[in-house]
């Protein structure tokens, strides 16, 4: 116990101060070229594939070796110095309570070799590092880790070794040594192996449909390889063979995944550095060969589904037909529960669609249906079932004949251990004919939205949907546009603003200077929702650049991958 318990305006003055060293470190971080950001555990987790633990009980903890948080990773500053406002009520309270007889509660701590991330205490140890202490009361769990992580390598090497152990995986489920030994497929970025494999799995499904006989794997790998991985690496050899020299650090199956990734914009692209058109001529041309052809993207035109759905409707719900897609996660039927009586209050119909390969997916679809009528009947929203067994999945099942397709973050991780049915949420998106709300496992609530707007195509998609969401179901809305070179500007807020009050809705409007580094204009979009304790943010699938650099993920990406709410993303 303390001889001195500090007042509210005591306590008021160290959080000030406390968010003084949060700027103060956040601006030593950028000059040094480095992040302030504590480390995210579920990233840490998903990259190092931690799953054994094991439980050390109460014990000190060293406070300097705590490098990130389970949950409020944002929040703070790899220091643990508070960097929103909106935690003075709470930091204000634990510091007047840590000098009290009682003191705090222990913290809880994840430990990965010898660091720690918080999963229950970030204000506790936020106040206990403001007060200069060594350690702090935790009870620790420990999750094995692949390798020694310490304070010095925690931020190099949680990549290297996840690229190492996915190249592992990659080598050993495809056989690649021994079916193509003179193949040399190295990436230089973690999760492009899993995209790999999903680039495996595609061809082999539409041969066995045209042949109507099963691939097997290996037979798979090599279709993948000979037909669709070698074409267009040698495409890109033979147009530009200079080409990987002016990108050190990046291969050529890197080049492959992004030339995949962004065909289509490549192929339009009047202001892309001719280097790259030129491969991406080449890359478009092979598309002649019959094989290859599966790859050409049918993504639809911004606008699409308003005016080939919504306007033909006239009155009537603006989501009247959504998509769900079911498997057996906890996750996924909270998913059904929030939204069914949403669906009822409003007139939507709820579409549940199973996906499976075996025969025992056949009664587990029969089970899925009765639960998932149960829950529509019980909420009284309309509804219908569909199964695909031995389909190709849930991308081609949201190309058509939906106004709103649902996911649950996370579930696109799960998908992705299985190769052969692997989805990311990135490909429904691409294969969706309609919005797709990506909804958050901690706030899958609606009431605060964020809308990003640029002024695309897409973007007014997504402020035409705001303006619904506001109108109808009551969410409150803030707009916010990022500056970008020339292409945007205040005016573009303006012009979003005005067509709102048209509509009758009154909405904060914010014009924001997009932060240092590539993903700027992404951090700008979610620091704002963090500061706004937004729910959802509505953003257009187009990006915000007007050229998309090589290897650098788009905006939509880093929202859905760093986004701490839901995320509804329009074309």
Same mark, same amino acid.
């Given at each position: ?58 014990? &000190?903890?060293?406070?300097? &070796? ?201 192929? &339009? ?111 009284? @929203? ?29 579930? @696109? ?113 979610? &620091? ?44």
């Amino acid at each position: 116990m303390s001889e001195h318990l500090p007042s509210g305006s005591e306590a008021h003055s160290k959080f000030d101060h406390a968010k003084r060293q949060a700027m103060v470190e956040s601006l030593v971080a950028l000059l040094r070229g480095r992040s302030d950001d504590l480390l995210s555990f579920d990233d840490v987790q998903r990259k190092l594939g931690l799953h054994i633990t094991r439980e050390h009980g109460l014990q &000190q903890a060293p406070l300097d &070796q705590i490098v990130g948080s389970a949950g409020k990773f944002r929040d703070f500053t790899r220091s643990f110095w508070p960097r929103n406002e909106r935690l003075r009520e709470r930091w204000k309270w634990i510091y007047v309570a840590a000098h009290d007889f009682h003191g705090l509660p222990p913290v809880e701590l994840y430990q990965v070799g010898e660091v720690f991330f918080v999963k229950d205490g970030n204000h506790r140890v936020s106040v206990a590092r403001a007060l200069g202490s060594k350690t702090i009361e935790a009870y620790v769990t420990e999750f094995l880790s692949p390798a020694p992580l310490t304070v010095d390598n925690v931020d190099s090497d949680i990549d290297s070794l996840a690229l190492q152990m996915e190249r592992e995986r990659f080598l050993g489920r495809t056989r690649l040594p021994e079916l193509r030994p003179n193949a040399a497929i190295e990436l230089s970025q973690p999760g492009g192996y899993a995209t790999l494999l999903e680039h495996i799995a595609v061809p082999a499904y539409v041969l066995s449909q045209q042949q109507g006989r099963p691939v097997d794997w290996d037979e798979a790998v090599g279709l993948w390889y000979d037909d669709v991985y070698l074409p267009v690496v040698r495409s890109i050899r033979a147009s530009q063979p200079d080409l990987l020299r002016r990108y050190p650090g990046r291969s050529e199956a890197d080049l492959y995944l992004w030339l995949m990734e962004h065909r289509d914009a490549l192929a &339009q692209e009047p202001d892309l550095e001719p280097a790259l058109a030129a491969a991406a001529r080449q890359f478009v041309e092979a598309m002649g060969n019959p094989r290859l052809r599966w790859l050409v993207n049918t993504r639809s035109k911004p606008g699409t589904w308003r005016t080939q759905r919504v306007l033909p409707r006239g009155d009537g719900p603006l989501f009247a037909d959504i998509l769900l897609l079911l498997d057996q996660a906890p996750a996924t039927w909270q998913t059904v529960a929030d939204l069914a009586p949403l669906a009822a209050r409003v007139g939507s119909r709820l579409h549940g669609l199973w996906s499976g390969q075996s025969l025992e997916d056949y009664s587990r679809a029969g089970a899925a249906m009765q639960r998932f009528a149960g829950v529509c009947q019980t909420h009284g @929203a309309a509804w219908q079932f569909r199964a695909e067994i031995g389909g190709s999945g849930d991308q081609d099942a949201v190309t058509g004949g939906y106004d709103l397709v649902v996911l649950r973050q996370g579930e @696109a991780e799960a998908r992705r251990q299985d190769e052969m049915l692997g989805t990311q949420i990135q490909g429904v998106i691409r294969r969706a004919a309609c919005p797709v709300l990506v909804l958050s496992a901690q706030r899958p609530r609606l009431s605060r939205a964020l809308l990003a707007y640029d002024g695309s195509l897409s973007a007014e998609e997504a402020l035409y949907v705001a303006a619904h969401l506001a109108a109808v179901w009551e969410t409150r809305l803030v707009v916010v546009t990022v500056e970008e070179h020339a292409r945007t500007s205040s005016a573009t807020l303006d012009a979003a603003l005005s067509y709102l009050r048209q509509q009758g809705i009154d909405a904060r409007g914010f014009f924001k200077a997009a932060l240092p580094g590539s993903a700027g204009v992404a951090q700008s979009i979610l &620091q704002l929702a963090a500061e706004q304790g937004s729910d959802l943010i509505l953003l257009g699938d187009s990006g915000y650049s007007p050229f998309v650099e090589l290897f650098v993920r788009s905006t939509v990406d880093h929202v859905l991958r760093e986004a701490g709410c839901s995320v509804l993303v329009c074309e």
